[in-house]
Structures are given as C-alpha cells and as structure tokens.
C-alpha cells in the first residue's frame, strides 16, 4: 500500500455513459498524475496537477475526458459517453516536490470495461 | 515525440537463470527510472539513475544508465519465481512536470 488510493477498483459500463474516478494522494503531496494503461502496455501520461492547477494535458486526452482537483486535494476523472476504447487502467501518481529524481508514487488503479 | 522501447518484450525462464531487460530511446532524458508491477496493481519504483554512466545495485538487480543518457539496462542474476512481473522503464523528461514516459514494458514469469 503506497498510501494513494484509487476509487473505483473496478468499474464496468455499457458504451455511452458516463463514469467517474477518485484519487486521493498522499496527504502533503502537492503534484498529482492521471495514466492510462493498455493491456499489456506500460502507462502513457494524461494529465498533470500541481494543486488544484491542471497545467498539463496530453493530446490523449479527448473532450469527453475532465479531470479535476478541487482544493488540491483529491481529484476526479470523469469519462464522458464511453466508448469501448477507453476500456483501461487508470492509474494516478502523486509526488511531493518536483525533482525529477523524486519519486511519484501510484495508487491501485481503477480498472474500467466498457461493454 | 519520446518513445522508450524495452527487449524483450517477453521473457520465460528457470529459476536461477540470469537475464538482462534493455530500454533503448532515441532521445535524452534527465533521469530514468525502473518500476515493477504486479498483476492488479500500480508500479512501484525500484531504482532512479542519473548520471549518465551510472550503475546501481538493488541486492540481485543492476541497473545501468548509458553514457548518452538514451538507455539503460536492468539485470537479475539468479532469477527467482517472486522477480516475477512486469519490469518498466520510465523516462522523466526535461519537461517542468516530470511526467513520466514509460517503456513498452517486459513480461518476466520466473518458473520454480
């Protein structure tokens, strides 16, 4: 237990819904990421907070996705209409500074299937 | 666009047996990093390298960063069964976020 934990663990979906999914970090920690993984693949990097500032997104992330960091605290991911291709992990990492030798580390994962 | 591949991407073996993991990249990276992860779970850091040049060692684990900084290299001497997961590179770039570029990842089943 690295002390992030994810919610959902699981969640599975028809296509076209919406779903919604929680991080909550580190306590002191003030950088947190989103990740997807593919089957078989390592992560690829979504978005990034400092606090409750999103500063960065990657060109992964389509219009249907939002993410969220109220009070730089916990954050939220929310998928708009799902499609079967985002049937994934999500992994989200927090870290305490900006170092690059620090170290960020990751909850569980929400692992989401969309029928 | 920073990609980091890993060879092989599978990998079988006895336990005892030795093995080397690569992470090759075309482009320079601050640092890099090697994570583990089990079935269900996120990665966990194993080791960060530096300097370019660079070995380390985690009691039956060697890293090594290349002198460019592009690659590095992971090797188990004497694999056992609960080395077993999937070994990931990861790039941090020189980008103000510290996002992380992950490899393509290796598949390791270390057999009894």
């Known amino acids: 237990d690295t002390g992030v934990s994810q919610d959902p663990r699981h969640k599975i979906t028809k296509r076209g819904q919406n779903v919604t999914f929680r991080c909550d970090p580190i306590s002191e920690h003030n950088r947190l990421y989103w990740y997807r993984q593919t089957l078989g693949q390592g992560p690829e990097f979504l978005t990034y907070?400092?606090?409750?500032?999103?500063?960065?997104k990657s060109r992964l992330l389509s219009d249907r996705f939002s993410a969220e960091r109220p009070k730089g605290s916990f954050s939220t991911l929310e998928i708009q209409r799902t499609e079967q291709g985002d049937s994934a992990m999500y992994l989200c990492?927090?870290?305490?500074?900006?170092?690059?030798?620090?170290?960020?580390?990751f909850g569980p994962g929400t692992r989401l299937t969309v029928l | 666009t920073q990609l980091l591949e890993q060879s092989p991407q599978f990998l079988s073996i006895q336990e005892g047996e030795n093995l080397t993991v690569y992470c090759n990249s075309s482009s320079v990276f601050s640092s890099l990093q090697w994570y583990r992860q089990e079935p269900g779970e996120g990665p966990v850091l194993l080791v960060t390298v530096v300097t370019g040049g660079e070995v380390k060692k985690l009691k039956r684990l060697t890293f090594q960063f290349g002198d460019a900084r592009k690659d590095s290299s992971l090797h188990i001497t004497a694999a056992q069964p609960g080395d077993t997961g999937l070994y990931l590179c990861?790039?941090?770039?020189?980008?103000?976020?510290?996002?992380?570029?992950f490899g393509t990842g290796t598949r390791l089943q270390v057999f009894p």
């Open positions: 990861a790039g941090v770039g020189t980008y103000n976020t510290d996002k992380l570029i």
């Open positions: 990492a927090t870290m305490e500074s900006g170092q690059p030798t620090d170290t960020q580390y």
């Open positions: 907070f400092q606090n409750e500032a999103q500063l960065e």
